[in-house]
């Protein structure tokens, strides 16, 4: 895992005061999903944010509130961690409530920490009433600014006044922390790799298992993931930014302006922004068909893709691999070239060999394969299909993913049966394992 010495921010508060509304204006993006929820926010969410030359990683997480269900006592466990490893804490809380028990009982906690705070006042889009102002003096002795996280008003300030507290810390007792880039963000990353699936799978137990920490909150609640979760994490000398994703369902039974749709709309953009995906699937279940649509999905999209078979260690039939690749092999006819690993995120089984497929599969999709080669490829097809007599040329257009053109001489355009043809051609010389390719006709 990389490590950053930089100095970590963490926005804490109860439920619905703006802090994912606030994480997103500092970041400079909208990473957190914002609704007026309670509660939208679960996991931790990073971000690098760069202001006037220093960098400082920032944390939200969920809003602090009681309960004893096992989702809830898994988010609040989230909090600590990010409270832990914060070096400067922004306790946000909303102007329009400045008389909240809930904010006192955080203000008792946060004075018996050793780390510096700041009390963030929110939605106070009217910051001429100081005496309003000077009611929330009474949650601690903690330096005062008032901001408005929707417009940006006074957030300038807050950023002046984060760097002023963090330049008073000393250097070097700085935690290293896991981050994702926002303003400023990391350059040089290698792969982005997109853990996607159904719900309840085990994605975020992967991602937690592959980094060797708790990053992603899982529960047995499907639909605990509701933010894109990402980590760096380095294999074989290559640095991969790994997405978790919500997980996806039939779209038709998602509601429209819902946490769940923002959450789908996160999912496909962290999955359009990748280059590999691993689509996670639960061994007791099979390949479904939303399985097999959202790897059509990412096949259309050009994406490179593993296909994960998660909990195998649940599994008890000594015939389940060979039984579970047979059928594999009928419902992926569409996509043969597919690798499959299966893997228990829980006993930590065979993640190394998932890591392997995917730098693999990321060094396919960048092949680059010599005229020459595809002189020859062209030749072998026409001579053992004469349907294809009638094609000119066959040029590697560009890669990642690889795209070929193809020229025809013929009066007939060749079926797409004859381009399948040519592809199968190509792979058996080429295999391109993990990756689709495409061949366009000129």
Request: hydrophobic content about 40%; glycine content about 6%; proline content about 4%.
């Amino acid at each position: 895992m990389e490590t950053q010495n930089l100095k970590t921010v963490a926005l804490i508060g109860r439920p619905n005061v703006g802090k994912s509304t606030l994480f997103n204006r500092l970041a400079g993006k909208r990473l957190a999903i914002e609704t007026p929820i309670p509660g939208t926010t679960r996991d931790r969410l990073f971000a690098r944010v760069l202001w006037q030359g220093t960098e400082f990683n920032l944390i939200d997480v969920a809003g602090v509130e009681s309960g004893k269900s096992e989702l809830n006592l898994l988010t609040q466990q989230n909090i600590e961690v990010a409270q832990n490893e914060a070096d400067l804490i922004l306790f946000i809380v909303d102007w329009t409530e400045p008389d909240n028990d809930a904010d006192k009982k955080i203000a008792r906690e946060l004075r018996k920490s050793d780390k510096p705070v700041i009390l963030v006042v929110n939605k106070a889009d009217n910051i001429s009433r100081q005496d309003k102002l000077d009611i929330f003096k009474r949650l601690g002795n903690f330096p005062i600014i008032p901001i408005s996280a929707i417009s940006g008003s006074n957030t300038g300030d807050l950023l002046e006044l984060i760097i002023v507290n963090l330049s008073k810390l000393d250097s070097t007792s700085a935690p290293k922390s896991h981050s994702r880039g926002g303003v400023g963000e990391a350059e040089n990353i290698d792969i982005k790799l997109a853990i996607i699936g159904r719900p309840n799978v085990g994605k975020s137990t992967l991602l937690n298992s592959i980094i060797g920490a708790k990053r992603a909150i899982v529960s047995a609640e499907p639909g605990t993931t509701r933010d894109v979760v990402d980590v760096i994490f380095w294999h074989k000398g290559k640095k991969i930014l790994i997405a978790d994703t919500a997980g996806i369902r039939r779209p038709g039974k998602i509601g429209r302006d819902t946490i769940e749709s923002y959450s789908h709309l996160r999912t496909e953009e962290a999955l359009r922004k990748s280059d590999v995906a691993v689509l996670v699937i639960d061994a007791k279940e099979d390949l479904v068909a939303l399985d097999a649509n959202i790897l059509g999905k990412a096949k259309e999209w050009g994406k490179g893709i593993v296909l994960a078979v998660n909990k195998i260690d649940q599994i008890e039939d000594e015939d389940f691999i060979v039984r579970t690749l047979n059928s594999l092999k009928t419902k992926l006819n569409f996509a043969p070239w597919l690798p499959v690993v299966f893997v228990s995120a829980e006993a930590q089984t065979n993640l190394k060999k998932l890591l392997d497929l995917v730098v693999s599969t990321d060094l396919n999709r960048r092949t680059d394969i010599l005229q020459d080669d595809l002189d020859a490829i062209l030749a072998d097809a026409k001579n053992s299909n004469f349907q294809l007599e009638g094609l000119k040329s066959l040029v590697q257009k560009s890669a990642n993913p690889p795209v070929f053109e193809i020229k025809n001489n013929g009066k007939k355009k060749p079926h797409y049966t004859q381009i399948r043809y040519l592809e199968n051609k190509l792979r058996d010389v080429y295999p391109l394992n993990g990756t689709p390719i495409f061949i366009d006709l000129i």
